[in-house]
């Protein structure tokens, strides 16, 4: 007898309690299955939209990075652009420079050879005039290289570069007076 009421409880215990939990277990389940999807919903929704507010910033890092290297090439191309226009135009002017010395080398061995006193005071004029636009020109290029990297360091380089440009194109009519 003892031992039919041992295998009795012990069956009750093993087969009949789990039974009852489960069934407890199946309501609360089905309970979650009816309160999931919706919170599911919510939730990945939720990620999504947390992923793509994390795409977003990235691309506009990305845009970011990608504006900052272009500015700083941009300022390269403008720098080195500016290196070779300035050695062309004090070139250019050292030319000129040394076409005026020979002129004035040849006016000075005219005056001393000078039997038919020949009037020369025009063209020592037009030489004094050339010289003086040569160094308005050697000014002008020393300032308009002094703006560069204000030019450079502007938000709008593009129009920044128009004064630049103005004081070449003076620099230029001044060269060829």
């Known amino acids: 007898m003892r031992s039919f009421v041992l295998i009795l409880s012990t069956f009750l215990t093993l087969v009949i309690l789990p039974v009852g939990t489960l069934a407890h277990d199946e309501t609360s389940a089905q309970n979650k299955i009816t309160v999931t999807p919706t919170t599911r919903k919510g939730s990945l929704q939720e ?10 910033k990235k691309i506009e890092e990305r845009k970011a990075t990608r504006e900052a290297k272009l500015a700083v090439h941009r300022k390269e191309t403008i720098r080195n652009f ?4 300035m050695g062309r135009l004090e070139a250019h002017i050292a030319r000129l420079e040394r076409l005026i010395e020979r002129i004035e080398s040849r006016i000075a061995v005219i005056q001393e050879q000078d039997t038919q006193n020949i009037n ?4 020592e004029e037009q030489v ?3 010289k003086k636009l040569l160094e308005e020109a050697r000014a002008d290029l ?12 502007s938000d709008h380089p593009k129009e920044a570069f128009g004064v630049i440009r103005d004081t070449v194109q003076n620099i230029k009519k001044k060269l060829m007076e």
């Not at 020369?120 to 063209?123: M, N, P, Q, T």
């Open 142 to 153: 020393g300032a308009a290289d002094a703006s560069l990297e204000d030019v450079l360091a």
């Open 47 to 56: 990620k999504i939209d947390q992923k793509g507010s994390q795409l977003r």
């Open 128 to 130: 004094m005039e050339a």
């Open 82 to 85: 500016w290196t070779r226009l």
């Open 120 to 123: 020369l005071s025009s063209v």
